[in-house]
């Protein structure tokens, strides 16, 4: 059973920085892309950021562009998502999610974890 884990979510002032962290396990895992999406209360969830396992291409979401940073360690399935510069509209729970083939869509999520920017 695949399972994704979320850590690294908490409480920033405006301007701060957080690092969050992902990790696949399962016998059967071996992701093609992992990604990041968040989501607040009564909004759709949106996309953040995504990264190829094998690649390392990487893609953003306009309004995290030059502020967050996108990371992979493939030996682990792990990815990370180094966010600087926060600002309060960045407040929403995030959640890491993983597609095992090359197309659109994800096939596995995490909880998530909330991440609170105060301004």
């Known amino acids: 059973q695949v399972q994704l884990v979320e850590s690294g979510g908490g409480l920033v002032q405006a301007g701060g920085s957080l690092r969050l962290s992902c990790a696949g396990s399962?016998?059967?895992?071996?992701?093609?892309?992992m990604g990041w999406f968040r989501q607040v209360p009564g909004k759709e969830r949106e996309f953040v950021s995504s990264?190829?396992?094998?690649?390392?291409?990487?893609f953003y979401a306009d309004s995290v562009k030059g502020r967050f940073t996108i990371s992979r360690d493939s030996a682990k399935d792990t990815i990370y998502l180094q966010m600087n510069s926060l600002k309060a509209e960045d407040t929403a729970v995030y959640y890491c999610?993983?597609?095992?083939?090359?197309?659109?869509?994800?096939?596995?999520w995490g909880q998530g974890t909330q991440v609170t920017v105060s301004s």
């Open positions: 999610a993983a597609a095992t083939v090359a197309r659109p869509g994800y096939d596995y």
């Open positions: 990264i190829t396992m094998n690649s390392r291409k990487a």
């Open positions: 399962g016998r059967s895992f071996n992701p093609f892309r």
